[in-house]
């Protein structure tokens, strides 16, 4: 079992930075990949980053490619999300996700919620004047 905690959520104005922690906690987190997904008020559950087991690979959404960072600190049990040049469309509960499958490659699935097996609690980012 692995345990997530987020945390570094706010309230921020367009065009400041945030930066989302996940810490792990539990069974063996590095070598797991992680995801980052978000939920806005009234829409679905949406992937936003994702990162291998090393953090040698890592995908994003279009749009958040090039404001967001998803990196990993496997000594800390600890994955980040650098949020940069925030929009009010980015506001949403952010989610860290495991997916609970050691060392295996992002594939096809890392888009997929399904592909996730450990889930955090979510913390909140609302991005307003």
């Known amino acids: 079992q692995v345990q997530l905690v987020e945390s570094g959520g706010g309230l921020v104005q367009p065009g400041d930075s945030l930066r989302l922690s996940c810490a792990a906690s539990?069974?063996?987190?590095?070598?797991?990949?992680m995801g980052w997904f978000r939920r806005a008020p009234g829409k679905e559950r949406e992937w936003v980053a994702a990162?291998?087991?090393?953090?040698?690979?890592?995908r994003y959404a279009d749009t958040v490619q090039g404001r967001f960072t998803i990196y990993r600190d496997n000594a800390e049990n600890t994955v980040y999300m650098e949020m940069s040049r925030l929009e009010p469309e980015d506001t949403a509960v952010y989610y860290c996700?495991?997916?609970?499958?050691?060392?295996?490659?992002?594939?096809?699935?890392?888009?997929?919620?399904?592909?996730?097996?450990?889930w955090g609690q979510g913390t909140q980012v609302t991005v307003s004047l």
């Open positions: 539990g069974r063996t987190f590095s070598g797991y990949g």
């Open positions: 990162i291998n087991w090393s953090g040698i690979y890592t």
């Open positions: 996700a495991a997916d609970g499958f050691p060392g295996s490659p992002l594939g096809t699935t890392y888009r997929n919620s399904g592909r996730y097996h450990y």
